[in-house]
């Protein structure tokens, strides 16, 4: 069975700072990936960001970057130089559990990130 | 990558009535997934739709709870069946590629 963990219910920052956000997973799977979305209030899933099992270096997009310790099985987000747009919530998910032909996502339960000015 | 389109955005219903989820990807894909997600919790697969088969379904969804429809390869529809307040949450249809998984809008359901 796979299952992620995040830690942090909700998390504060002040604009242009930068933050971290914790997630840890578990699977018993060889070939894996990593994604993190963005909830914002209007109930949209926002994707941010992949990393697979595979990959050598951490995932970059702008301002988001995963820090992926594979032998720790953690894969936090860096949101860079936060702004006020990205007061949201925020999740990791994992995709495994392959099943005949296709694998599936389980989700975190979810990091409240507030950003103050 | 792929956009959906899902409608309704938002409905309030009657408890004892059903709502039928559609939505729509603009490009071919093989299996279709459905998600629930409760209020301040996070997203729980309720089935994958493969086009020209029955859905699998996840341990605790039914298929007389939440009928799906999967009559091609760009669209899918979910039904919630005889509605109770306990079934107000957010419902996503998404599908899967390489190296992202993409949402519809989500229906934000209130049952009354």
């Known amino acids: 069975a796979q299952k992620i963990t995040q830690t942090q219910p909700g998390m504060f920052v002040q604009e242009k700072e930068a933050v971290t956000l914790d997630c840890t997973y578990d699977?018993?799977?060889?070939?894996?990936?990593l994604f993190w979305y963005k909830q914002p209030s209007s109930g949209e899933m926002i994707f941010l960001i992949y990393q697979g099992s595979y990959d050598e270096q951490n995932a970059t997009e702008g301002r988001y970057s995963l820090n992926f310790q594979k032998a720790r099985k953690s894969a936090n987000l860096v949101i860079s130089a936060s702004q006020l747009g990205d007061s949201a919530m925020y999740f990791c998910a994992m995709r495994g559990g392959w099943r005949s032909g296709y694998s599936t996502l389980t989700f975190g339960k979810g990091t409240m990130l507030l950003v103050s000015p | 990558s792929a956009v959906i389109s899902q409608k309704p955005s938002r409905d309030i219903c009657q408890r004892g009535t059903s709502l039928t989820i559609q939505c729509q990807v603009d490009s071919q894909v093989t299996m279709m997934f459905w998600y629930r997600q409760q209020p301040g919790q996070s997203l729980t697969l309720i089935a994958t739709?493969?086009?020209?088969?029955?859905?699998?379904?996840e341990s605790g969804f039914v298929i007389d709870k939440f009928p799906i429809s999967r009559p091609n390869l760009t669209f899918s529809t979910l039904t919630v069946s005889n509605m109770s307040p306990e079934d107000s949450s957010i419902y996503l249809c998404?599908?899967?590629?390489?190296?992202?998984?993409?949402f519809g809008q989500g229906t934000r359901l209130t049952v009354v």
């Open positions: 739709a493969n086009q020209g088969s029955e859905a699998t379904y």
């Open positions: 998404s599908v899967e590629m390489e190296t992202e998984a993409f």
């Open positions: 699977t018993s799977d060889q070939s894996y990936g």
